[in-house]
T-cell receptor, first 112, second 113 residues
Framework: QQQVKQSPQSLIVQKGGISIINCAYE??????FPWYQQFPGKGPALLIA?????SEKKEGRFTISFNKSAKQFSLHIMDSQPGDSATYFC???????????FGSGTRLQVQP | NAGVTQTPKFQVLKTGQSMTLQCAQD?????MSWYRQDPGMGLRLIHY???????DQGEVPNGYNVSRSTTEDFPLRLLSAAPSQTSVYFC????????????FGPGTRLTVL
């Protein structure tokens, strides 16, 4: 049972464009929703995270939009740069002591 | 701080061989976990631990054993390797007292022939 569904599987964006990656979850007990960024040959690293008490969180060019009623959240990368080319994973968990459940990943390629 | 370290970085095994993937962290994190990453399947949890002496199974535990004798170390053992265990393995750690960042190691790429 895939508890966190992520789309698209891959994404090609022109430099300066907006990259949008979507995730949907099933478990209403999830209360922590991070996004991880992974470069080839490296481990994932936390990019940005949100709790369900807010509908949006912005850090620089990266924004999470959260829709609790639809059980969906998305990552928006504004002014996408070639250095943003990486694989992005959404995740969810129930509380701080619980394991993260990851989406299947989105491979983003930003063309110069 | 070195963060989360993993050894080896690459390993090739023959079917039926055993080995231990090492993981250590120097951040005094209570929570440690092992994931495997396969194309198109994201990261799947194998085993996790919320403290020394406490371990539990994740989503895909079959064929793997773990133990947690110290806060710093969390080794993953493959008792009898199978080709289906060919994957990239990541160890991670975090604090458990709140919604804290989970830190990942650099990974071990394992090939089972």
């Amino acid at each position: 049972q895939q508890q966190v569904k992520q789309s698209p599987q891959s994404l090609i964006v022109q430099k300066g464009g907006i990259s949008i990656i979507n995730c949907a979850y099933e478990n209403t007990a999830f209360d922590y929703f991070p996004w991880y960024q992974q470069f080839p040959g490296k481990g994932p690293a936390l990019l940005i995270a949100i709790r369900p008490d807010v509908s949006e969180k912005k850090e620089g060019r990266f924004t999470i939009s959260f829709n609790k009623s639809a059980k969906q959240f998305s990552l928006h990368i504004m002014d996408s740069q070639p250095g943003d080319s990486a694989t992005y994973f959404c995740a969810a968990s129930r509380g701080g002591r619980r394991a993260l459940t990851f989406g299947s990943g989105t491979r983003l390629q930003v063309q110069p | 701080n070195a963060g989360v370290t993993q050894t080896p970085k690459f390993q090739v095994l023959k079917t039926g061989q055993s080995m231990t993937l090492q993981c250590a962290q120097d951040m005094n994190h209570e929570y440690m976990s092992w994931y495997r990453q396969d194309p198109g399947m994201g990261l799947r949890l194998i085993h996790y631990s919320v403290g020394a002496g406490i371990t539990d199974q994740g989503e895909v535990p079959n064929g793997y054993n773990v133990s947690r004798s110290t806060t710093e170390d969390f080794p993953l053992r493959l008792l009898s390797a199978a080709p289906s265990q060919t994957s990239v393995y990541f160890c991670a750690s975090k604090r458990t007292d709140s919604y804290n960042e989970q830190f990942f190691g650099p990974g071990t790429r394992l090939t089972v022939l």
